[in-house]
């Protein structure tokens, strides 16, 4: 028998495009995901988001973090767009 993952609850905001794309700008999900890359590429496929993760910038709790960070659960995760503008 397999050990399954962890169910962590967390909620998602989102911004700009991404928050057009989910038509949503905050969330509350629950997610086995266990990295912050992980739970991108599973919103992703799910929404169909068109940017790539290694075009946005990521934060956990108010906090910018890397990609391969693990998911706290309780967590507020921020996915950020790069800003366009002149």
């Known amino acids: 028998m397999s050990a399954q993952a962890p169910i962590k609850h967390?909620?998602?905001?989102?911004f700009a495009?991404?928050?057009e794309e989910r038509g949503?700008?905050?969330?509350?999900?629950?997610?086995t995901a266990h990295t912050l890359?992980?739970?991108?590429?599973?919103?992703?496929?799910?929404y169909r988001f068109s940017l790539e993760a290694n075009s946005?910038?990521?934060?956990?709790?108010?906090n910018f973090a890397a990609w391969g960070d693990s998911i706290?659960?309780?967590s507020?995760?921020?996915f950020i767009p790069p800003v366009a503008g002149g």
Request: charged share 40%.
């Open 37 to 46: 890359e992980q739970l991108y590429k599973e919103l992703a496929n799910r």
């Open 76 to 78: 507020t995760i921020v």
């Open 56 to 62: 946005l910038a990521v934060s956990q709790d108010d």
């Open 10 to 14: 967390i909620k998602v905001r989102y």
């Open 24 to 31: 949503l700008d905050l969330e509350e999900i629950d997610t």
């Open 72 to 74: 706290k659960d309780g």
């Open 17 to 19: 495009l991404l928050r």
